[in-house]
């Protein structure tokens, strides 16, 4: 089976954006740490960063194509703002009702009150937040569990 790891925007910054928030390691860090997990697990990774809503939808899609054939662990996905904003991104996770495990590196609920919302966390199984970039590896373990 294959686990599919989704970043949304700004997450190509990883290291230098707000490190006190977000820490010191960058996106190729995240993605080596997910696919040691993976490999642990004896699970294919997709990974994958885009800063553009409708190219996030068209990657939320084929994980659905391989949910849709038995072959998704599950999708794990750092929406970054578009958590707060995207109508058309829980659309795309409930029409194609892939298993969601909702990311975020920082506890968004002790931020500002515009993080408080999400728009992912009704159509996701599981959500983890406020564990840093650990939190992916973390993030595949329990995947491989589902
Ligand atoms: C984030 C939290 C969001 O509120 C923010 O817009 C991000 C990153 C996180 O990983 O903590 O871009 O999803």
């Given at each position: 089976k294959t686990v599919f790891v989704l970043n949304g925007p700004?997450?190509?910054?990883?290291?230098?954006?707000?490190p006190a928030v977000y820490g010191a390691q960058t996106l190729t860090d995240v993605q080596n740490l997910c696919a040691q997990a993976a490999a642990r697990h004896g699970l294919a990774l997709r990974f994958h960063q885009s800063n553009h809503e409708g190219q996030l939808i068209d990657w939320i899609h084929e994980a659905g194509q391989l949910h849709a054939q038995g072959e998704l662990a599950g999708l794990i996905f750092n929406a970054g703002a578009y958590t707060h904003t995207s109508i058309a991104l829980m659309d795309a996770v409930k029409g194609t009702g892939v298993p969601l495990l909702e990311l975020h590196i920082s506890n968004v609920h002790a931020r500002e009150a515009f993080r408080h919302h999400s728009y992912l966390s009704p159509v996701a199984r599981a959500v983890v937040c406020g564990l840093g970039v650990p939190g992916y590896a973390l993030a595949v373990d329990a995947v491989a569990q589902w």
């Open positions: 700004n997450l190509n910054l990883l290291g230098t954006r707000e």
